[in-house]
């Protein structure tokens, strides 16, 4: 089979030929037929955590089919030759353990793999996956649709239902690209009024589409002010890269109000004084296992939630990738199998 794979840190990106792998007991074999291109694979590609196993195969957002199953299968597992799955990070977090229950997976007690980290992921036409990272793709949800629900999308889902809100709740997105054009779609469907911050009057027709009842354009004037005009938001999920614009929106938290940092900044300055009198609180949410992954394929697939997506066939996976990572992907990028 025909993979693209990274020999070591900040490498280019490779075409090989390897052997298609052969699953392990607990584990199925799944055919790729998408494959999103995350910003995170980039941890891969430039060696940012430890313990990468190089060369390795990166892609964590994977939609396919299962083509075989190792044996002896762990009890209870129900996964069969035929089955449409998804694999994203959690490649073998059990999910129950008490650092999966406390949201510490890269801790958990049986965990033995990390998709696209530690073991190959789906830039690739097969992988193997350990049965506890495979989730159930709904049959009204085609493999390219639910490739980028795999990370982005259970990663605003999650944040959304853990962040202390309920329908009715004013609740906003801050920042409308690969997460946040998500989140909106996610929140306005969960029952929330849901605001959209961008930054641009332009972006305001897309935050509406949506389903955003309000859009704050955050180069017209101070986001908090803005929010606070409309009662306080009960949780903000922070979509953006820059700590400096998630700053610029913890004035609009309301009393019990949360901000769910999702986007990665290197530190955050929280007004501790405004916290403590509004009993306020600043959460990071990662992703989540294979059960939030289905919970999450399950409520888009009702629901009508999707991803915007450019879709690159598998030969331009490099180029993907630099698309993606230069920001310009609208929204999501996707590889398509051959």
């Not at 313990?51 to 009890?75: C, F, K, L, T």
């Amino acid at each position: 089979m025909r993979v693209v794979q990274v020999v070591r840190p900040k490498a280019d990106f490779e075409f090989v030929e390897r052997p298609v792998p052969e699953p392990a007991a607990g584990q199925v074999r799944v055919r790729v037929e998408a494959c999103g291109v995350c910003h995170s694979d980039s941890v891969a590609k430039e060696g940012l955590f430890p313990n990468i196993r190089y060369p390795i195969v990166p892609g964590h957002e994977v939609a396919g089919v299962i083509d075989a199953v190792g044996s002896p299968s762990p009890a209870g597992a129900t996964f069969a030759v035929g089955q449409r799955v998804g694999v994203g990070w959690n490649g073998g977090y059990c999910g129950h353990c008490r650092n999966c229950r406390r949201g510490n997976f890269f801790a958990c007690e049986t965990a033995t793999a990390v998709t696209g980290l530690t073991y190959d992921g789906g830039y690739a036409a097969y992988m193997v996956a350990d049965v506890s990272a495979v989730a159930r793709i709904p049959d009204a949800l085609s493999a390219v649709e639910a490739a980028p629900l795999m990370c982005a999308g259970v990663t605003t889902f999650n944040a959304l239902r853990h962040s202390g809100a309920g329908p009715g709740d004013l609740v906003a997105v801050h920042g409308i690209g690969g997460l946040g054009h998500l989140a909106v779609q996610f929140a306005a469907k969960m029952g929330f009024e849901t605001v959209a911050i961008a930054r641009g009057a332009d972006k305001e027709p897309l935050a509406r589409k949506l389903g955003a009842a309000h859009y704050i354009d955050a180069q017209a004037g101070e986001p908090a002010a803005a929010l606070k005009r409309l009662g306080g938001a009960r949780a903000v999920v922070a979509t953006v890269t820059s700590a400096e614009a998630m700053q610029s929106v913890m004035g609009g938290l309301g009393t019990n109000g949360t901000l769910m940092v999702i986007g990665a900044v290197q530190s955050l300055a929280v007004p501790s004084m405004q916290m403590l009198l509004a009993c306020q609180a600043v959460k990071g949410w990662y992703s989540g296992v294979a059960a939030d992954s289905e919970d999450t394929l399950r409520f888009a697939a009702l629901t009508g939630v999707r991803s915007m997506n450019e879709v690159y066939p598998f030969a331009e996976a490099p180029a993907a990738y630099e698309r993606m990572m230069s920001g310009k992907a609208r929204f999501r990028a996707v590889l398509k199998m051959d």
